[in-house]
């Protein structure tokens, strides 16, 4: 027993001293890839099949060590594992454990196999299934802001450009802008997953193994695609952990614009919408308050996303081939960025659902913002000026009416003809604000028909993605 | 003359004083987006050949426009075309240029469209002609490492992890994982562009057109895969320049990596490659000095790309729908990305085709290196230790060996023996580095057939896609 | 001739072959550097002065220096200068010019010097003149803001919190806000400069001269106000770049804000201010458009600033001593940095000079936002109700009169006495909103006596620092 | 008990419905801020003797009140306190654990404060508390480097530009190279400093206290030097996190380039350190295996912290006055940068602490680098040749003697001798290591006089700072 001070280390045989625990501390990383337990159990098991199909260990010998892990999984869901950093990771606290479990035989696991390829292979059955799970939730999202937009058809609002009062459109065309960066995501996620679900067993250290592995058929036990090309390559691989990253800073980008016009929106100023109340909060001092908190949350937490993109594109960058350990944190950043994008998405959904639209006050809003000025200019177009002109006249027509105080079509009719002759009574019907909203009805645009055709085609997307397998 | 102070501005109809110089050049444009001209003009083009298809404008004032815009071209190649601030942008200046040659059909060009939809068209039609320069330069660049790795098929270096040495691999082996990394940013790209491929024309201001275009024509006419659904997503989605930027980071993550490579192989303590000296400098000081600048200033320039991806996110986290002048700030970060990862792309591809390598330098950084001890702990494996014994065996061996100053292959056979009595003679021949190469022949490893195949299948990759449409 | 092809370099001596012109445009800094080149002269002045003094060169030699440096600067200032890539930098330019002009004795001016203390240096310069810069318009912004808050003592908006309206404040005091953000912004660009004014000159190419310069005589010569410790650390050093692209970070994140309340408050739901017609822009469809296009761009460029910081980070991690041709990429970002810094300052500074202020807009949004409430629990403490339990009152009288649609000064005593009766007719006193804000008059408070204070001692701190030397 | 389903809320009375259990766990950020129960429990410590002092509370329940933290702080040092959720927050689970155990006077503690600035306060406690750990540690790491220094005094190693060996230098002045940067760091967080212990109590909620309370007495109380300006930017100011991360980032910069020295220098190729045992790893696959672990942990950590400084100012950007809940995003990163950082500093401290150096190594370093070619154009400058050519000549030299494969010692005097006829025998003495180092001897220098003064001051400030109070 002479090297009992360092012979827990899987690789202690040329160290002479004991690592300190400072530096175990350090450079353990059971706090993230704990987590990874599942993946490291169905990776192995997946391995053990191929082991024993492709003869390098018999039957029976993958019957213990598969039967060893089902024993370990319980023993962690049932939270009796004893984790220890001295093991420094999960693929080791559960070898350890394996060969306590079931003898020697458990060590032969390792046959052909290196941590390096092993936590690759983790990681990425771990990345993968949070993809999915963005996936699902994106769905989510956008069936509840189509429910919405279903329910607004005839919901007219300011169409807004630099917060200043633009043109009027309907509610719906107004959330269904938001149905389309979030289709793009769950599009931008199907993308990053044929880059994740690539297996890298068989790379073993960097070089390649030396037994005859069937790396396909591990790859399809685990559910993935395809084989990595060059070992090298797939030990010191992490674009698959960046590009998730960045999708995930897509998502929350887009959450932060839709929170950001809750925040808005709630403001008396504005008053269009009446936030639900299990998703706002008051305040301890003012007890008029009610605080459109969680949508601050999800504006807040974008930063968080994106400096979490940062950290693992500067901590890749200039890395030498091949596995440098550097790389170990690729998954503090991605833990929490998919936990973040995760809640930030059902906490949004939970809310969008709960939503009170107040049609009052975006009417009261198409007024105060001479939305109709376009429609004059498209009036005198049509009675034969050209847009530049009409553009002037309507401008010249608006900063009147401010000054007085009142609409364009609460002007009358001998006040309009002072900006030019052309304007006869048939104004009136142009500064209607349904009617600007229902001439814009080409495909894309805000008209009521444009409107049916955007959700009749995002529902028979929803359906094919939602039961897909 | 009653209006002289502010006649220029084409919105000018409700201002009543001039915008200062001061605030003219704050918010101008012109330095960014006059790069886009080629682009401003093929969209309007496409538009206008649209607007007399639907009926619009007549055929003849169709044709009036073109021939108008075909002599600002003109112009502009010539440098005889006069930008001026005053008009802020690359489409002010040449809509005001046509209005000049042409006289007033020079507006009609306008109808249907707004400069907010015109300039997401002209972005996204530079975008998509970026990438698709980035994937021109990036098959090259797999060309000339594919060459590489044919022509050092034999030569092997030690394999790196941590930096420490590792496991010998062939410098065949080695580029090619750069092939790897560079043929999924080529893929990265072909995915990135299908959301930069949309039309957004029609969208107008943000509300959609009053006028019955035809808006899959315009999408043919600028080669273009499909329409924008949402008219407000269409003028506020920026999403396909951040997807385009991070695909820049990511080619310059590998190239940094490669660069990284390439300046410490060419420290004189490895002096695995001798720099072309049309990519190296020397010092106004030191005589002796040949400095890696080439791939010192790729490498540097990784940052600069990575802070272009993070200005643009900043600029577009939490801006409410629909257009915003923020959105202003897309166009520096992007030309200044562009123009860098294709620099870098082309530096990278004329250097690693001038790259000389040493074999005999890698020959002797493996006997330093120990790379031989993977094999001594493979080899007491096939005489019936546990591998987990094996490479304790191993490492006694080398912390022996380091002592002593040898390699292991120049131990003595009783040295050897010395460490388990199952050692014999026939380990020397383990021992060797090009054995220990060839028996890493599985697909994906470093032996020559896996390498072989490798080749094989990025050549057929290149064939195709260097001679697609 | 025989060295023809590779004469111009000043390092050329080891080298066969003539860098290639791709690599040559690839590799020059003359793009940015050429900005430096006052700093440049400048630096060389001094060092020459002190060769002299040091008796190094001769008091004829160093005069002949200074003379053809001042000819250069013209020849430069009159656009007569060939600049050529050639030469890489503004240093060789400038050096080659020097030559032909005065002949050899202008190659002493490299005398116990090299380009990487030298150009060091420059920016050195560079760097703290563009601080001292951003300071000059930090404090006309500052005194902008205090005229402003002088003139608008009395004037009563809503205070937000969540963007939710909370408690009566004066606009003053909002504005005074910001005064105390751009004062820390004043105060941490001094820090910053301590670490900016260090001479390097000296450390010649990274172990120092061997030449018996007087170092101190240099940095006085400049400026500056010490010297550095160590020669590798000096040549190695860009942490003065990157503390000052973090200021600048925090100049634009405080600019930021402001910008979107002036973004917000030009909403006509909010109605607070009047933009000035110089700093927006309308629209070339929409002619009621008045838009704030000026505080979007500022708002909008922060995030191309914080990308800048982030560039330079990225690139100097990790980075092994000394100077790295990585190093080059310190020049863009923070020359682009300090442009957008100083505009943004200079056009924010313009543009609140000339805001109007609507106190009537803001009167009515204190009555739908009930920012009395805190008011009434305040009053029911007074009266015996713990805290606890007058703002669950007051908090119930609020329902109340939302649903009413009424302010709760609108409320009848019977009304509001069914809430407490404790409550009787002095709560009317209580809930008027301009004793709201006497009432908190204590030192940073909102209270006049309070703002007095703060207006005085920013002025006496304006005198202070604009009349410094 | 009517009120049952929503009385838990310190703000509840306002609100019909429950917040979800999903929301409440969205909102929390007891997760982070219970790390900050010492700080709330201080600081309400303050505020309650400044409230008896002031007369607002009796000196019985300021005593009351004082007594029960001391408890509370007990049992939650003892684990024995329950934390909940749905109580938010540290403050209010301490505040209702107070009124549990005090009765009703618990809530006086809540006078004259508000959320908002008891968060401010506490967090700034934080902040402050952290800095001056963080320049514990570095004086450490300043004292360790320093000891390394001072026993390699006469150790040379080549000085590196761009990673080619320059010109040689002692490894003291190497090590002190650090020492200037750590230096600054500490100075640095010195600036920081000031601007993090400034005290907002008093500004409740925002717009300041209606309650007589002295603010200096609280501010001196938590030792802190001054007191708020303005209440408004007392509760919105989170400029203090995003300075203290930046400081963090600068001390990650310099930690990741002495890890990537470390690195580098650690590979067989350089040799130059002895990693020792107890910070590095083993492999469980390559017996041979010793990886620099530690340090490229610290090296890859660096990535980390540069995003969490991005998360903050991402999250700050454009966020309108006041407090807006967004800001409880500034926990999380600034915990997890202090955790990161302060490991670090103390494992680089105790890895250089036990750093062997082979002087051997790096005089072989010094022979392949051809570091006194320098040297010899300094002789030619000396003999009467202008440095160009000098410099011309010794490149020469260089590029005759690598075809050779020798150095330019070993040399005949006749090979010297053909490059220039002004060589003569005494060029020997000239290419002298030791020599070309203590030729450096100015202040700055890497010559032994201008080492020991480095030294010398730098062990005068260490016993300043280490001493101070």
């Known amino acids: 027993m002479k090297n009992s001070k360092h012979s827990t280390k899987l690789w202690g045989g040329r160290f002479q001293k004991r690592t300190s625990s400072l530096v175990e501390n350090f450079t353990q990383s059971l706090d993230y890839d704990r987590y990874l337990y599942l993946q490291d159990i169905a990776g192995s098991v997946a391995h053990a099949r191929m082991l024993a199909s492709c003869g390098v260990i018999s039957t029976q010998e993958s019957s213990a060590i598969i039967d060893g892990l089902g024993k370990i999984r319980q023993e962690i869901e049932d939270d009796e594992f004893k984790w220890s950093v001295e093991f420094e990771d999960v693929h080791m606290n559960i070898e350890k454990r394996l060969t306590e479990l079931i003898g020697p035989v458990g060590q032969k696991l390792h046959t052909g196999r290196s941590r390096n390829d092993q936590v690759a292979l983790d990681f990425r059955m771990f990345v993968a299934e949070s993809l999915a799970s963005w996936q699902k939730e994106i769905s989510s999202l956008i069936h509840v802001l189509v429910h919405q937009a279903s329910s607004n058809l005839s919901t007219i609002l300011p169409g807004y450009t630099h917060l200043q009062p633009a043109q009027p459109v309907s509610l719906a065309h107004h959330l269904l802008a938001y149905v389309q960066m979030f289709k793009r995501d769950y599009e931008r996620t199907d993308d990053a997953l044929k880059r994740v679900r690539i297996s890298p067993l068989g790379a073993a250290a960097l070089a390649g193994t030396t037994y005859p592995l069937d790396q396909e058929m591990t790859a399809r036990e685990v559910g993935f695609d395809s084989v990595y090309e060059n070992s090298m390559d797939a030990v010191s691989d992490r674009d698959f952990v960046m590009e998730s990253l960045f999708v995930s800073c897509m998502i929350m980008t887009h959450l932060s614009r839709l929170a950001e016009e809750i925040i808005i929106w709630s403001n008396p100023g504005f008053g269009f919408i009446k936030l639900p109340e299990a998703y706002s909060t008051g305040s301890s001092i003012m007890p008029q308050k009610k605080n459109p908190d969680a949508a601050e949350l999800i504006r807040g937490k974008t930063g968080s996303v994106l400096g979490r993109l940062m950290s693992l594109m500067v901590t890749m960058k200039a890395l030498p081939l091949t596995y440098n350990r550097d790389m170990q944190e690729d998954k503090g950043p991605f833990i929490e960025a998919h936990n973040t994008v995760l809640g930030c998405l059902q906490v949004m959904a939970g809310m969008v659902r709960e939503l009170g639209f107040d049609a009052q006050a975006m009417v009261a809003a ?14 005198l177009v049509s009675k034969g000026e050209t847009f530049r002109q009409a553009h002037h006249i309507a ?27 052309k304007i006869s009574k048939d104004i009136f019907d142009c500064l209607d604000y349904q009617q600007a909203v229902n001439r814009r009805n080409f495909p894309g645009g805000t008209g009521p ?21």
């Open 449 to 469: 028909d444009s409107v049916a055709g955007q959700i009749k085609r995002i529902e028979d997307w929803l359906n094919k993605v939602q039961f897909s397998p």
């Open 395 to 421: 401008g010249k027509a608006v900063a009147y009416a401010e000054n007085r105080g009142a609409g364009l079509e609460e002007l009358s009719i001998e006040e309009l003809k002072s900006f030019s002759d």
């Open 366 to 379: 198409l007024k105060r913002g001479y939305l109709n000025a376009t429609e004059m200019a498209d009036y």
